[in-house]
């Protein structure tokens, strides 16, 4: 399992968790990210790992439990 | 250009054709600490080059993207990117938390979602141009006709500047993209355009559109002055990128039919050819370590992301163009606060101009050998001065 957490004070908006795991994360009118669901799968696990990895801003946290 | 002794490296560094980027990287990736070298405008600058280092120094709150610091490094002679002084709105040239307020008035505008519902728009600017390109006859310049017509089209239209215009803008922005403009001829450049756009902020103060400055203006968060800058940003950003990288881009696939019409290899040609290299200045106003070396407060930096993008301890094979591979970590879009804002329109532009382009025109091939295609050694940014087709 996962937690996912997001710091939308830090997001600048720039999309790449969306375009990496678009079931997991989703941007909100005003451009910052939101976490639709935690992912239940590996391979969804896997992409918001890798998104939590190239957020410009550090935004995201991926906590293993 | 000289050199000194204590600056071994010329810069910036001959780009070698189709070998891109530098094969000098390699060697400074390699290195202990930093390289250090001279600007043409004799400023000592360092060198950032591993994949690793260069998200450090553009995430690092010591480090400043304002060039109102003294040491910060220029381009050109003396000129280069104006400040916020010079310029108000111009954002990228701002520091946090200053800069929030800017981006945060426009990351609405340029969400995923947002750059999805301007497909159409886009499709339909591409197809015309292509329309336009099989009307004339059998041959082109893809450059002047597509690449540099779309990106500009695109962003003109989604600012609400007259097509009619777009000569002017575009020649102004050639100026303030080449490294051998004067600064007298940047400054013309920069107020040509801040005066035009001031101009027609005013117009559509009094008769609104459907565009972008229209509802920044109905918002009220910028003020006038703020909002010329802002749209003389995202004009200048929009358009000159996205163009030199949609002609590698066709001159790649060109080679590599296999990969035409897949997604993955816009990403994949955003890491390879990293246009936007010596975009993202640096100055310390702090003492900082990066990569094992100290920099002292007021010295500058550049993290050369071309550099960082063919890193090999993050890309297998960095020197291939391989769209298999997971291109998504690179940052030819920077890193941190300032990470390109227009990335996803990009991404959109580059999928639908080269699918579009390859599909209605498969017989598409260069008239003139590779070899002796133009590549800009004079520009900011990596790309071709022309790209000789026919069909
Ligand atoms: C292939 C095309 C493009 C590339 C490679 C590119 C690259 C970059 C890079 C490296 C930066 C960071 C600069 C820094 O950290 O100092 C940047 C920032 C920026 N880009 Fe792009 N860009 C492209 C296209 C566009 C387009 C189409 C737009 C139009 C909307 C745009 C608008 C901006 C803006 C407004 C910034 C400043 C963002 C900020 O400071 O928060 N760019 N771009
Ligand atoms: S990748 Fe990071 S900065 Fe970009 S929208 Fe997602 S959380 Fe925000």
Same mark, same amino acid.
């Given at each position: 399992?996962?937690?996912?957490?997001?710091?939308?004070?830090?997001?600048?908006?720039?999309?790449?968790?969306?375009?990496? @795991?678009?079931?997991?994360?989703?941007?909100?009118? !005003?451009?910052?990210?939101? $976490?639709? =669901?935690?992912?239940?799968?590996?391979?969804?696990?896997?992409? @918001?790992?890798?998104?939590?990895?190239?957020?410009? !801003?550090?935004?995201?946290? $991926?906590? =293993?439990? | 250009?000289?050199?000194?002794?204590?600056?071994?490296?010329?810069?910036?560094?001959?780009?070698?054709?189709?070998?891109?980027?530098?094969?000098?990287?390699?060697?400074?990736?390699?290195?202990?600490?930093?390289?250090?070298?001279?600007?043409?405008?004799?400023?000592?600058?360092?060198?950032?080059?591993?994949?690793?280092?260069?998200?450090?120094?553009?995430?690092?709150?010591?480090?400043?993207?304002?060039?109102?610091?003294?040491?910060?490094?220029?381009?050109?002679?003396?000129?280069?990117?104006?400040?916020?002084?010079?310029?108000?709105?111009?954002?990228?040239?701002?520091?946090?938390?200053?800069?929030?307020?800017?981006?945060?008035?426009?990351?609405?505008?340029?969400?995923?979602?947002?750059?999805?519902?301007?497909?159409?728009?886009?499709?339909?600017?591409?197809?015309?141009?292509?329309?336009?390109?099989?009307?004339?006859?059998?041959?082109?310049?893809?450059?002047?006709?597509?690449?540099?017509?779309?990106?500009?089209?695109?962003?003109?239209?989604?600012?609400?500047?007259?097509?009619?215009?777009?000569?002017?803008?575009?020649?102004?922005?050639?100026?303030?993209?080449?490294?051998?403009?004067?600064?007298?001829?940047?400054?013309?450049?920069?107020?040509?355009?801040?005066?035009?756009?001031?101009?027609?902020?005013?117009?559509?103060?009094?008769?609104?559109?459907?565009?972008?400055?229209?509802?920044?203006?109905?918002?009220?968060?910028?003020?006038?002055?703020?909002?010329?800058?802002?749209?003389?940003?995202?004009?200048?950003?929009?358009?000159?990128?996205?163009?030199?990288?949609?002609?590698?881009?066709?001159?790649?696939?060109?080679?590599?039919?296999?990969?035409?019409?897949?997604?993955?290899?816009?990403?994949?040609?955003?890491?390879?050819?990293?246009?936007?290299?010596?975009?993202?200045?640096?100055?310390?106003?702090?003492?900082?370590?990066?990569?094992?070396?100290?920099?002292?407060?007021?010295?500058?930096?550049?993290?050369?992301?071309?550099?960082?993008?063919?890193?090999?301890?993050?890309?297998?094979?960095?020197?291939?163009?391989?769209?298999?591979?997971?291109?998504?970590?690179?940052?030819?879009?920077?890193?941190?606060?300032?990470?390109?804002?227009?990335?996803?329109?990009?991404?959109?532009?580059?999928?639908?101009?080269?699918?579009?382009?390859?599909?209605?025109?498969?017989?598409?091939?260069?008239?003139?050998?590779?070899?002796?295609?133009?590549?800009?050694?004079?520009?900011?940014?990596?790309?071709?001065?022309?790209?000789?087709?026919?069909?």
């Amino acid at each position: 399992m996962v937690h996912i957490s997001v710091d939308t004070e830090r997001c600048v908006g720039a999309g790449q968790c969306v375009l990496s @795991a678009p079931d997991v994360f989703d941007q909100d009118d !005003s451009g910052i990210v939101l $976490v639709l =669901e935690e992912p239940a799968d590996e391979p969804g696990r896997e992409a @918001a790992r890798q998104a939590g990895l190239i957020c410009p !801003s550090q935004a995201i946290t $991926v906590k =293993e439990s | 250009m000289t050199t000194t002794d204590r600056c071994p490296v010329a810069f910036p560094l001959r780009r070698p054709g189709q070998s891109f980027p530098p094969p000098e990287y390699q060697d400074f990736r390699k290195q202990d600490g930093l390289v250090r070298t001279t600007l043409p405008s004799g400023v000592h600058v360092w060198l950032v080059t591993r994949h690793e280092d260069v998200r450090t120094v553009l995430t690092d709150p010591r480090i400043s993207s304002n060039p109102s610091h003294p040491g910060f490094p220029r381009a050109a002679k003396t000129g280069g990117v104006p400040s916020q002084d010079e310029v108000p709105g111009w954002f990228v040239a701002l520091d946090p938390p200053e800069h929030g307020r800017f981006r945060k008035t426009l990351i609405p505008e340029f969400t995923v979602r947002k750059v999805r519902e301007m497909r159409p728009a886009i499709q339909q600017i591409v197809d015309e141009r292509i329309d336009a390109m099989l009307a004339a006859g059998n041959t082109a310049d893809l450059i002047a006709d597509f690449a540099l017509s779309v990106p500009s089209l695109v962003i003109s239209s989604l600012l609400g500047v007259p097509n009619a215009d777009r000569d002017f803008f575009e020649t102004k922005t050639r100026v303030l993209v080449t490294l051998t403009s004067t600064d007298e001829q940047r400054q013309a450049a920069s107020m040509a355009l801040l005066r035009y756009l001031n101009r027609l902020i005013t117009i559509k103060q009094k008769r609104p559109g459907d565009d972008l400055i229209s509802q920044l203006l109905a918002e009220g968060t910028l003020s006038k002055q703020e909002l010329s800058g802002v749209s003389m940003l995202l004009l200048i950003a929009g358009h000159e990128t996205t163009a030199n990288n949609i002609g590698l881009g066709v001159v790649t696939l060109l080679s590599n039919p296999r990969w035409i019409g897949d997604e993955r290899a816009v990403e994949e040609l955003l890491r390879y050819y990293s246009v936007a290299d010596l975009v993202a200045f640096r100055v310390a106003v702090e003492d900082v370590e990066i990569g094992g070396q100290l920099i002292k407060a007021g010295e500058g930096i550049i993290p050369l992301v071309a550099a960082a993008n063919h890193d090999g301890t993050v890309f297998d094979r960095p020197d291939e163009f391989d769209p298999s591979r997971s291109a998504r970590s690179h940052v030819a879009f920077g890193y941190g606060v300032h990470q390109c804002l227009g990335q996803n329109l990009v991404r959109v532009e580059m999928d639908i101009a080269y699918r579009t382009l390859f599909e209605r025109i498969p017989t598409l091939e260069l008239a003139v050998p590779v070899e002796e295609l133009p590549l800009k050694y004079d520009g900011v940014l990596y790309g071709l001065h022309a790209l000789p087709v026919r069909w």
